[in-house]
C-alpha cells in the first residue's frame, strides 16, 4: 500500500517521523491503534467536571474581551452551553504575539458562532459557571470538527513532533481514502460465525468508533485475528516436531534402572509409575517427544525425570537436565549423585558458578560423550556445551525459562526427546492454545505419609517461638526472606544485618544465612551443612524456593508474605512436609495490602497446588505462569489473554476446525490467512512446510 509520505497533510519530513513508530505505509498507519480513547462525547452537564478534567461542550459565543495584563494578554470568550449553562474560555498569550495570535481567535469567536471547545475545567470559578483552559476548539459541522469532537476520540503513542491531533487527521485521511485496500485475511465462514466485524468495518471502528460497544466488537475482532493466527502458529509448530523420525530407538534394559529402584528405599506411586510408563512409551515411540510433567510440589517428578534419564543411559545417550537456578542445580546434582551410587553412571554439574579449569574438564568430558547425565542452569545452552550423543533433555520448573531457553537447550542435537516439569499447572485453554497439542502427564498423588503442611498467619515472635519449640525435637527450620535484586549490595547488607539479629534472638541455635550473592562452593557447603542437620536453621532468600529437599526440615517461616506471589509461598512451602513429622508454614506479614490478604488466605485454606494455580491465575494474569513473561510471547498487541479468554477459547476451537477442515491451508478462501501467517511466523519460528 502507499507510502506514507503520500497521504495528505505528511509529507516526507513527517514521514521520518512515522517511521520512528515502524509506520511506513498507510496500511501500517491504519493497523496502528490508539493506545487509549478521550471521551468527547458532549453529554455531561459543566458542572460536572472536575477540575482539570478533560471535556467537550458544543457552545454559542455570547461575546468576548481582550484583556491586556503585564507581559502577558487574555483573551475570553463567553460562551452559552447548549444546557443553557454559562462559561467562559480562556487562553493566555505573550504579550508580544498577541496581535496575530488573538485576531484568529477573535475571527473565530464571532458573537452567535457555534463551536466545539475541548479543553480542562479550570480551578478558578469566575462569574460564568465554569472557566475552561482551551486545548483545541474547532467550528460547529466543520470536517475538523467530526475527526476530533463528539465521541470517542483516539489518543496514540506519541513520538517527538507528532501531536494526536496530526495523527488523528493523518487517520482519518487514511481511513478514508484507502481503508477500502485493506484485504480480509480472516476465513469468511469463522467471520460469520463468530459474528465479527470485517477488517474494514474493524479499522473504522477502532480509530473512529460510533460508540462504545462498536469499539468493544472491533477490538474483538483484532483480537480474534491475533489469537488465530498464533494458536495456528503453535500448532503447526508443534506438529512439524512430531513429524520428526527419530534415529535412534531405546531399549529397556533394566541394567541401571533395576539397581536404581532398589538404591531408592522407597516404591514408586502408582501416579509416578503411570507417568514412567507415558514417558518410556514416548521415548520408544519413533517421534520425538515433548511431554509436560505436571505435579504439585513434592510429587515426586526428580525420580521420574531420573528414570528417563537411566534408560537413556542403559541404550548410551546423553541427557541434560536443566534447573533454573544454581542452588537447585547443585541440589539435584547431590541428590542423583546419592540415587545413582554405585551403578556407575557419570553425572556432571555445570553451572555460570563452575570454576573454569573444571569447566574445561566438564566440557570435554561431554563433549567425548564420558559423561552421562549433566545436570545445570541455564549455562548449558551456551555454545561451548557441546555433546557427542544427546538425545534426553529434561527442563524443571519450566515455566522459569523463556521458549527462546528451552528452544536453545532443544537445538543443542537433532530429534532430541524433551521432557518439561512444573508444579503449576497451566489450565486447559492455555495449554492448547500455547503449545498446541502437548501431551501432558498428570502426577496426582503425593508420596505416602505426607501431611498436609500447617499453615498459618502469625507475627514475628510467634514464628520464631514455633521454630525453637521444632528444633528442640530435633528437627529444623527455614525463614526466608523476600529479596528481589540478589545483586544489591544495600540489600545484601540489610540480609547480613538480620542474620545478626536472628542470633540474637535465637542465640542457643545454629543459624546459617544463604543468599544469591555468595560464592557457589561456599552455598553449597551451607546447603550441605543443613542436610546433614549441621545447622538447624536456615535463613534464606528466595534462592531456596524451589526444589531443596531436607527431609527433617519441619519449619518454614516467611517473612514479609506479602511481598511473595502464591506460587512462589506454595514453593517455599513445599520446602517442608517431606518427612513424617508434622510440619508448619508461618506466613509473617505485618503490613497487608486487601490483595496480598487475599493471597496469604488462600495459601492458608488450602494445599492443593492446582486449586492455588487456578487462583493464581485469576489474581496475577498468566505471565509467571506461562513462564513466558521474559521472552515476549505473550505480548500481544491488542489481545489480553485473561480479558480476552473467551475469544482465546473461540481462537482454540476453530484452530481445530481449520487443522482439520484444511490442514495445508490450501483452499482458496484460507489462502490470505496463510499467506500472513507466513509473514508473521515462519522466519521467527522456522516454521517449515508452509510455503
Ligand atoms: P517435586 O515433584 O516437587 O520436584 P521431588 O522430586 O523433589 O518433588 O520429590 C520430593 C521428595 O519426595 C524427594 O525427597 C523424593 O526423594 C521423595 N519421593 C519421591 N517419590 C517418592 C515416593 N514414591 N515415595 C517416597 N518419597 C518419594
Ligand atoms: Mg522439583
Known sequence: MADIQYLKGVGPKKAALFAGLDIATVSDLLHYYPRAYQDRRPNAPLSEFKKTENLCILATVVNTQLVPARGLAVFKAFLRNDDGSFCEAVWFKRRSMRYDALAALKKDFRPGARLWIVGRREDKNSFASARINVDEYYPADS???????????????????LTNKLFRECMAAAVEKY???????????????????????????????????????ARRRMVYEEFLLMTMAWQIKQKQ?????????YQIKRTLLTPFKNNLGFNFTSAQTRVINE??????NSKPMTRLLQGDVGSGKTVVALCAMLLAAENGFQSAFMAPTEILA??????????????????ELLTSKTATAQKAKILAALAEGETDIVVGTHSLIEDNVKFKNLKLIVIDEQHRFGVKQRAGLRAKARHIDMLSMTATPIPRTFALAFYGDLDVSTIDELPPGRRP????????????????????????????????????????????????????LMPQLKIAMIHGGMKAAEKQKIMEDFAAGITDVLAATPVIEVGIDVKNAAVMVIQNAERFGMASLHQLRGRVGRGAAESFCALVAPRCSAHADER???????????????????????????GTRQSGDLEFKTGDIIKDKEVLRWAVDDRAFLMNDDPQLLRPE?????????????KQWHLIDLG
Do not use: W
Open 143 to 161: 470536517p475538523l470538527a467530526k475527526i476530533h469532537t463528539n465521541g470517542l476520540i483516539p489518543l496514540y503513542s506519541l513520538t517527538q513532533g
Open 179 to 217: 481503508l477500502g485496500e485493506e484485504t480480509e485475511i480472516l476465513p469468511p465462514a469463522l467471520l460469520a460465525k463468530r459474528r465479527l466485524l470485517n477488517v474494514k468495518q474493524a479499522l473504522r471502528a477502532i480509530h473512529f468508533p460510533a460508540s462504545a460497544a462498536e469499539l468493544e466488537a
Open 241 to 249: 516436531g512430531k513429524a520428526a523420525v527419530k534415529e535412534h530407538g
Open 279 to 284: 514417558i518410556f512409551a514416548d521415548l520408544q
Open 330 to 347: 547443585a541440589q539435584h546434582f547431590i541428590t542423583m549423585r546419592k540415587y545413582l551410587n554405585g551403578l556407575g553412571v557419570k553425572v
Open 453 to 504: 503442611v500447617r499453615t498459618m498467619r502469625a507475627d514475628e515472635s510467634a514464628a520464631l517461638k514455633l521454630v525453637q519449640a521444632e528444633v528442640a525435637k530435633g528437627r529444623q527450620a527455614y525463614i526466608v526472606y523476600p529479596l528481589i535484586d540478589e545483586s544489591d549490595k544495600l540489600a545484601l547488607k540489610a540480609v547480613a544485618a538480620e542474620f545478626e539479629r536472628l542470633q540474637r
Open 600 to 626: 496469604l488466605r488462600t495459601i492458608c485454606a488450602t494445599n492443593d497446588g492446582f486449586k492455588i494455580g487456578e487462583k493464581d491465575l485469576e489474581i496475577r494474569g498468566p505471565g509467571e505462569i506461562l
Open 670 to 682: 484460507n489462502r490470505l490467512f496463510k499467506l500472513r501467517l507466513i509473514e508473521l511466523y515462519q
